[in-house]
Protein backbone atom coordinates (compact mmCIF):
# COMPACT_ATOMS: atom_id res chain seq x y z
CA UNK A 1 0.00 0.00 0.00
CA UNK A 2 0.51 3.89 0.48
CA UNK A 3 1.59 4.40 -3.72
CA UNK A 4 1.87 7.79 -4.95
CA UNK A 5 1.59 7.72 -8.81
CA UNK A 6 3.09 10.97 -10.43
CA UNK A 7 2.60 11.99 -13.88
CA UNK A 8 4.48 12.34 -16.45
CA UNK A 9 7.38 11.06 -15.67
CA UNK A 10 9.35 13.35 -17.51
CA UNK A 11 7.90 15.85 -20.09
CA UNK A 12 10.01 18.88 -22.77
CA UNK A 13 8.23 22.22 -23.10
CA UNK A 14 9.19 25.01 -25.10
CA UNK A 15 9.20 28.68 -23.35
CA UNK A 16 6.34 30.31 -22.43
CA UNK A 17 3.98 27.64 -22.40
CA UNK A 18 2.03 25.51 -19.33
CA UNK A 19 3.09 22.39 -18.05
CA UNK A 20 0.48 20.35 -15.84
CA UNK A 21 2.23 17.63 -13.55
CA UNK A 22 -0.77 15.37 -11.74
CA UNK A 23 0.13 13.41 -8.08
CA UNK A 24 -2.56 10.53 -7.35
CA UNK A 25 -2.50 8.35 -4.05
CA UNK A 26 -3.53 5.53 -5.58
CA UNK A 27 -4.25 3.21 -2.07
CA UNK A 28 -4.76 6.03 -0.04
CA UNK A 29 -6.64 9.31 0.75
CA UNK A 30 -4.39 12.35 1.32
CA UNK A 31 -5.99 15.41 2.27
CA UNK A 32 -2.61 17.27 2.54
CA UNK A 33 0.07 16.44 -0.20
CA UNK A 34 3.35 18.50 -0.74
CA UNK A 35 5.43 19.61 -3.99
CA UNK A 36 9.15 19.55 -4.37
CA UNK A 37 11.84 20.79 -6.57
CA UNK A 38 14.94 19.38 -6.72
CA UNK A 39 18.59 20.44 -8.02
CA UNK A 40 21.28 17.89 -9.25
CA UNK A 41 22.73 16.52 -6.23
CA UNK A 42 20.50 18.98 -3.92
CA UNK A 43 17.99 17.63 -1.13
CA UNK A 44 14.44 18.51 -1.68
CA UNK A 45 13.16 22.50 -1.31
CA UNK A 46 9.42 22.61 -0.57
CA UNK A 47 7.69 24.97 -2.50
CA UNK A 48 4.02 24.46 -1.43
CA UNK A 49 1.19 22.86 0.84
CA UNK A 50 -1.82 21.50 -1.18
CA UNK A 51 -4.88 20.78 1.08
CA UNK A 52 -7.59 19.33 -0.35
CA UNK A 53 -10.66 21.81 -0.57
CA UNK A 54 -8.39 25.12 -0.07
CA UNK A 55 -5.92 27.31 -1.36
CA UNK A 56 -1.96 25.79 -1.16
CA UNK A 57 0.09 27.47 1.19
CA UNK A 58 3.35 28.69 -0.88
CA UNK A 59 6.91 28.38 0.83
CA UNK A 60 8.32 31.96 1.11
CA UNK A 61 9.69 33.00 -2.40
CA UNK A 62 7.91 30.53 -4.49
CA UNK A 63 5.46 32.35 -6.92
CA UNK A 64 1.87 31.37 -6.40
CA UNK A 65 0.76 32.74 -9.70
CA UNK A 66 3.81 30.86 -12.00
CA UNK A 67 3.30 27.50 -9.97
CA UNK A 68 -0.36 26.83 -9.80
CA UNK A 69 -1.67 24.07 -7.44
CA UNK A 70 -5.14 22.60 -7.34
CA UNK A 71 -6.02 19.68 -4.69
CA UNK A 72 -9.22 19.11 -6.07
CA UNK A 73 -10.09 15.80 -4.62
CA UNK A 74 -8.68 13.02 -1.88
CA UNK A 75 -6.38 11.52 -4.31
CA UNK A 76 -5.23 13.76 -6.66
CA UNK A 77 -2.76 16.92 -6.60
CA UNK A 78 -2.19 19.16 -9.46
CA UNK A 79 1.07 21.64 -10.15
CA UNK A 80 0.86 23.82 -13.08
CA UNK A 81 4.01 25.47 -14.13
CA UNK A 82 2.69 28.11 -16.40
CA UNK A 83 4.59 30.55 -18.89
CA UNK A 84 7.70 27.92 -18.44
CA UNK A 85 10.84 29.58 -19.17
CA UNK A 86 14.33 27.42 -19.22
CA UNK A 87 15.39 28.31 -15.31
CA UNK A 88 12.04 26.17 -14.65
CA UNK A 89 13.85 23.14 -15.54
CA UNK A 90 14.65 21.10 -12.89
CA UNK A 91 12.86 17.47 -10.92
CA UNK A 92 9.41 18.34 -9.39
CA UNK A 93 8.12 15.94 -6.79
CA UNK A 94 4.89 15.01 -5.00
CA UNK A 95 4.63 13.74 -1.45
CA UNK A 96 1.51 12.60 0.38
CA UNK A 97 -0.13 12.10 3.84
CA UNK A 98 -1.52 9.07 4.11
CA UNK A 99 -5.04 9.23 6.35
CA UNK A 100 -4.34 11.61 9.25
CA UNK A 101 -1.33 10.48 9.80
CA UNK A 102 2.51 11.94 9.49
CA UNK A 103 4.44 9.48 7.41
CA UNK A 104 4.97 11.46 4.02
CA UNK A 105 5.38 9.14 1.10
CA UNK A 106 6.82 10.29 -2.64
CA UNK A 107 5.93 9.94 -6.14
CA UNK A 108 8.06 8.85 -8.73
CA UNK A 109 9.01 12.94 -9.45
CA UNK A 110 8.55 14.81 -12.80
CA UNK A 111 11.76 15.84 -14.82
CA UNK A 112 11.02 19.04 -16.69
CA UNK A 113 12.85 20.45 -19.12
CA UNK A 114 12.03 24.00 -20.68
CA UNK A 115 13.72 24.81 -24.41
CA UNK B 1 23.02 26.30 12.81
CA UNK B 2 21.23 24.13 10.04
CA UNK B 3 18.56 23.17 11.26
CA UNK B 4 19.30 19.37 9.85
CA UNK B 5 22.56 18.20 9.38
CA UNK B 6 23.90 15.43 7.18
CA UNK B 7 27.45 14.48 6.08
CA UNK B 8 26.92 14.80 2.10
CA UNK B 9 30.19 11.81 1.48
CA UNK B 10 30.20 10.45 -0.92
CA UNK B 11 30.64 7.25 1.20
CA UNK B 12 32.11 3.86 -0.57
CA UNK B 13 32.13 0.70 1.20
CA UNK B 14 32.58 -2.63 0.27
CA UNK B 15 29.59 -5.74 -0.26
CA UNK B 16 28.75 -7.21 3.10
CA UNK B 17 29.97 -3.90 4.89
CA UNK B 18 27.62 -2.87 7.86
CA UNK B 19 27.07 0.97 6.92
CA UNK B 20 26.42 3.91 9.53
CA UNK B 21 24.42 6.91 8.21
CA UNK B 22 23.55 9.55 10.91
CA UNK B 23 21.55 13.14 11.09
CA UNK B 24 22.03 15.62 13.92
CA UNK B 25 19.44 18.39 14.43
CA UNK B 26 19.02 21.76 16.16
CA UNK B 27 15.12 21.82 16.96
CA UNK B 28 13.74 20.07 19.77
CA UNK B 29 9.94 20.33 18.64
CA UNK B 30 11.02 17.58 15.75
CA UNK B 31 9.15 14.58 17.28
CA UNK B 32 9.02 12.23 14.30
CA UNK B 33 11.51 11.31 12.53
CA UNK B 34 12.64 9.25 8.95
CA UNK B 35 15.11 7.55 6.45
CA UNK B 36 14.05 7.87 2.52
CA UNK B 37 16.20 5.91 0.02
CA UNK B 38 16.44 8.24 -3.28
CA UNK B 39 18.06 6.45 -6.37
CA UNK B 40 19.24 8.77 -9.30
CA UNK B 41 16.30 10.59 -11.45
CA UNK B 42 13.63 8.79 -8.89
CA UNK B 43 11.18 10.07 -5.82
CA UNK B 44 12.39 8.73 -2.42
CA UNK B 45 11.13 5.70 -0.97
CA UNK B 46 10.50 5.68 2.79
CA UNK B 47 12.62 3.43 4.66
CA UNK B 48 12.06 3.94 8.59
CA UNK B 49 9.73 5.73 10.21
CA UNK B 50 9.82 6.02 14.34
CA UNK B 51 8.76 8.90 16.58
CA UNK B 52 10.82 7.70 19.57
CA UNK B 53 13.93 7.40 21.18
CA UNK B 54 15.48 4.00 20.47
CA UNK B 55 15.79 1.91 17.75
CA UNK B 56 13.37 0.04 15.37
CA UNK B 57 14.32 -2.99 13.14
CA UNK B 58 13.27 -3.81 9.88
CA UNK B 59 15.09 -6.50 8.08
CA UNK B 60 18.88 -5.20 7.35
CA UNK B 61 17.69 -1.64 8.39
CA UNK B 62 18.20 -0.27 11.68
CA UNK B 63 16.48 3.14 12.98
CA UNK B 64 17.98 4.64 15.67
CA UNK B 65 16.75 7.65 17.76
CA UNK B 66 18.34 9.94 20.57
CA UNK B 67 15.93 12.78 21.60
CA UNK B 68 18.16 13.88 23.90
CA UNK B 69 21.48 14.11 22.16
CA UNK B 70 19.23 14.99 19.31
CA UNK B 71 20.59 12.57 16.89
CA UNK B 72 19.51 9.79 14.51
CA UNK B 73 21.00 7.33 12.39
CA UNK B 74 20.67 4.45 9.79
CA UNK B 75 22.02 1.04 10.25
CA UNK B 76 22.29 -0.81 6.86
CA UNK B 77 23.49 -4.39 7.58
CA UNK B 78 25.35 -6.86 5.08
CA UNK B 79 24.98 -4.25 2.52
CA UNK B 80 24.60 -4.63 -1.16
CA UNK B 81 25.13 -2.87 -4.55
CA UNK B 82 21.36 -2.39 -4.62
CA UNK B 83 22.05 -0.53 -1.70
CA UNK B 84 24.04 2.15 -3.79
CA UNK B 85 21.47 5.57 -3.70
CA UNK B 86 21.11 8.81 -1.52
CA UNK B 87 19.80 8.76 1.76
CA UNK B 88 17.97 11.48 3.09
CA UNK B 89 16.78 11.84 6.95
CA UNK B 90 13.67 14.24 7.91
CA UNK B 91 12.16 15.18 10.67
CA UNK B 92 8.93 16.61 11.61
CA UNK B 93 6.80 17.89 14.19
CA UNK B 94 4.56 21.07 13.73
CA UNK B 95 1.13 20.95 12.75
CA UNK B 96 1.53 21.74 9.21
CA UNK B 97 3.28 18.32 8.74
CA UNK B 98 6.34 19.98 7.20
CA UNK B 99 9.06 18.05 6.84
CA UNK B 100 12.73 19.11 7.60
CA UNK B 101 15.67 17.48 5.50
CA UNK B 102 18.79 16.82 5.18
CA UNK B 103 20.55 17.24 2.49
CA UNK B 104 21.14 13.19 1.54
CA UNK B 105 24.45 10.91 1.99
CA UNK B 106 25.22 9.42 -0.93
CA UNK B 107 26.73 5.63 -0.62
CA UNK B 108 27.65 3.15 -3.32
CA UNK B 109 28.20 -0.64 -2.40
CA UNK B 110 30.98 -1.83 -4.65
CA UNK B 111 30.54 -5.88 -5.02
Known amino acids: GAVVSQHPSWVICKSGTSVKIECRSL??????MFWYRQFPKQSLMLMAT?????????EQGVEKDKFLINHASLTLSTLTVTSAHPEDSSFYIC???????????FGQGTRLTVV | QKEVEQDPGPLSVPEGAIVSLNCTYS??????FMWYRQYSRKGPELLMYTYSSGNKEDGRFTAQVDKSSKYISLFIRDSQPSDSATYLCAMGGGSNYKLTFGKGTLLTVNP
Open chain 1, 50 to 58: SNEGSKATY
Open chain 1, 95 to 105: SALRGGGTEAF
Open chain 1, 27 to 32: DFQATT
Open chain 2, 27 to 32: NSAFQY
